[in-house]
């Protein structure tokens, strides 16, 4: 399937992304536990940003989010009162690989956008990350993310989705120490919850 065609279907969801909130409680699980200071911020599959703003409190130097859809990336940069010291740089493109030099970032965030990237996505990030750089990505959980008909095209083969907090972790087996807890966020119409881990690049 080609770039294209994915950006396009990502298009189509841009505009009502925003009000599905859950979006932006998983942001906040992934940069909560991070340390403070960093220097490059790297937000894969931005969406509409909110991993990137979720990353301003950790005071970094710069963010880069990346995402292939234009739709995705402009209500992104709609927020950018959100930004007041312009630390984020927004980019429509792929988002694997990342455009950013080998072993360049500190951080490397995925909010709920691995179930569309697939294992290919671990390599490029242990490929960005300095050694001993933080890892933080959300996944969905195999029990209850069950993609059919023409959704089903755009999850890639590549990955299995774990059903638990260990498999979870066993996603990041090239890193180290690796974290892995079920983020669950009842809304009082529904309960969500997903798999969020915490990782850094080997020191070699």
Do not use: N
């Not at 010291?85 to 690989?97: D, H, S, T, Y």
């Amino acid at each position: 399937m080609s770039d294209e065609s994915r950006a396009a279907f990502f298009d189509t969801t841009a505009e009502h992304y925003d009000d599905d909130t859950f979006h932006a409680s998983v942001a906040s699980a992934l940069v909560e536990p991070l340390p403070p200071g960093p220097g490059l911020v790297l937000d894969v599959a931005t969406g509409t940003g909110f991993a990137a703003y979720a990353a301003l409190r950790l005071k970094p130097t710069r963010v880069l989010a990346v995402d292939l859809s234009p739709a995705m990336v402009a209500r992104a940069e709609a927020k950018a009162d959100l930004d007041p010291e312009r630390r984020i740089e927004w980019r429509v493109g792929p988002a694997v690989p990342m455009p950013a030099e080998d072993h360049s970032a500190d951080v490397v965030l995925c909010a709920s956008s691995l179930h569309f990237l697939g294992a290919v996505a671990f390599e490029d990030w242990l490929r960005v990350l300095k050694p001993g750089g933080r890892l933080a990505f959300s996944v969905v959980s195999g029990a209850r993310f069950k993609p059919s008909g023409a959704f089903a095209e755009y999850v890639p083969k590549d990955l299995t989705f774990p059903t638990d907090e260990a498999e979870a972790a066993a996603l990041a087996k090239d890193f180290t120490d690796v974290s892995a807890r079920t983020f669950t966020l009842d809304d009082g119409e529904r309960v969500r919850s997903v798999f969020v881990v915490h990782a850094s690049s080997p020191v070699q």
